[in-house]
């Protein structure tokens, strides 16, 4: 979402492509095969963004790489002090603790989202270099304010007229709505601080040793 890539893209980083690909499987899907279909070529492909914790000890604002990429991403992220862990795909928003609570008696992983497995799943197809880079946006015992699977679109946007309408009927939620945007907007610029420092390691996007 434009939410999770503005702090990263406010720094304008030489050589980097940022592509928004919307919420969910299907839009990740039909933007990430759309950029390679126009004849795009990449030296790699992070794929971004928030991501629920399931394991209880996960904190907001902690940046994850998944366990699964390779041996270079892992040993800078290492150096970085930046930990692995095991990422799971769902099909919807985990809105519940008592749901990431099942997520993660079910798939064993530590954090859940909605479209790193999809974008993997096409690079690798490709041959192309990929890795998951994800920040905790919301804690493994946490209720979001509202389920925002209603409110998804066809093209992974928000709805803002059912937005709209959910908030006439609830208008408490707005104070725990502004709350959730002011903690995700933190967990935006944590993210985007340790993109940066992962470019440079790999020195992608900025000439620094």
């Known amino acids: 979402m434009p939410e999770e890539a503005g702090p990263f893209r406010r720094l304008r980083l030489p050589g980097i492509r940022v592509l928004v690909t919307g919420m969910g499987q299907g839009a990740a899907r039909q933007a990430v095969e759309a950029e390679f279909a126009r004849g795009a ?89 990929v890795a998951t880079v994800r920040v905790v946006s919301d804690e493994a015992d946490e209720d979001l304010p509202l389920d925002f699977n209603k409110l998804i679109t066809r093209r992974g946007g928000i709805h803002f007229g059912r937005l709209a309408f959910e908030v006439a009927r609830r208008p408490r939620m707005i104070s725990e709505l502004m709350r959730l945007q002011k903690r995700t907007r933190e967990a935006a610029g944590e993210l985007a601080k340790v993109l940066e420092r992962l470019l440079v390691r790999l020195r992608i996007g900025n000439q620094s040793p």
């Open 41 to 129: 070529e990449y030296d790699l492909v992070l794929t971004c963004g928030f991501c629920g914790a399931l394991a209880p000890e996960l904190r907001r604002g902690t940046v994850l790489l998944s366990d699964d990429s390779d041996a270079e991403m892992l040993s800078i992220g290492k150096t970085e002090g930046i930990g692995a862990g095991r990422f799971h795909c769902a099909e919807a928003v985990a809105t519940t603790g008592e749901m990431k609570a099942m997520l993660r008696k079910e798939t064993s992983a530590d954090v859940v989202e909605m479209e790193s497995g999809v974008v993997a799943e096409i690079c690798r197809r490709r041959g192309t270099r």
